[in-house]
């Protein structure tokens, strides 16, 4: 197996020639860190009141990873060859001070002597007030989720009655506190929100916001997903085309989710993420650390590798990574892919809920 050779006396991994990579040959770039498994909202697709009540058991503070073991294990995962790291959750917002570990990451330097890129996605409801304290702090870029224009279809998404005006605001300031490109996430559900996909293209064009169509995925147990409810990217596009025409555009990066196209007027960008239809799993370079400290292959991972006990036990940095590279190595998962493949076969998957591990 190989592991990358580590100098104790820096603290983190020394600098890797060869990027640890699985079994599918995907090198470890991105890591999605979930700093709360609680929200403010409760989204239909993602934490249903149903299941997510006052009963529900959210993790007690004490098993939270503090920032600095965050950081701790972040530098770990960098020195290995992450380059970007998203904070979300849950909420993340909702973590007291999260701006300081956004300042604490923001510090982190990629093997190849570069700052780490630090992202947040956020639904946006505490946006308005934290945007200049997250850009003061090094917050590189910013992802807002906004299903719907309309309070009736953002309350039947979002399951709340916070305005949409609020998230709205949020998407405001982050664009004059210069978190520019703010993104904007839309989860299409048929026959619940995307009535209002050309709404959502008409608002954002010409603003500098990238808006992004996301298929809505089976992710978690709770949300009774069903194929008949996907939107494909296909047909969102055509839906956008046939008001405002679209011609393709490049990706920024090779490996990138998002499918970019431009405005013929050149009125801004939108994009689709097709993880159902279009499964990109044989790019995915994704880990995500849950609030409790467990390292998640992927979205849909059943299981994930405990760093919190060995970190709690204060096991050497080196060993840490050890830990984390053995994890990466043996990597084999592509649900997304094998989905199609399990449809009909009345195979059933026990899957961790994405507010915990991070979407
Ligand atoms: N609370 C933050 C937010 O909503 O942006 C961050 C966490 S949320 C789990 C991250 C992203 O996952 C959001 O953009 C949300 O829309 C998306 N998401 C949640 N459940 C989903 C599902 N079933 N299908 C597709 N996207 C989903
Ligand atoms: Fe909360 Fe985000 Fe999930 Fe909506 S998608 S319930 S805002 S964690
Ligand atoms: Fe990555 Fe898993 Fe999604 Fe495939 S299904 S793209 S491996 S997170």
Redesign the pocket.
Known sequence: MFLPPVDPEAGASAIVDAPVVDTMGRPLRDLRVSVTDR?NLR?T??MPRAVFDENHPFLPRAELLSFEEIERLARQFVGLGVRKIRL?????LLRRGVEQLVERLARLQTVEGRPVEIAL???GVLLARKAQALKDAGLARI???LDGLSESTFRRMSDSDTPVQTVLDGIAEAQRVGLAPVKV?M?VRRGANDHEIVAMAGHFRNSGIVLRF????D?GCS?G?RMDEVVPAREMLERVAARYPLRSADPNYIGEVAERWHYADGSGEIGVIASVTQAFCQECTRARLSTDGRLYNCLFATDGLDLRVPLRAGVAEDQLAELIAAGWHGRNDRYSQQRQAMAGTGAAVKKIE??YI??
């Open positions: 929200c989204c697709y993602c979300t959750g849950g909420e993340p996605t956020t639904n992802t807002v989720s996430n989860v996301i298929e809505y995925m992710v949300n997903w994405m507010s991070g979407g």
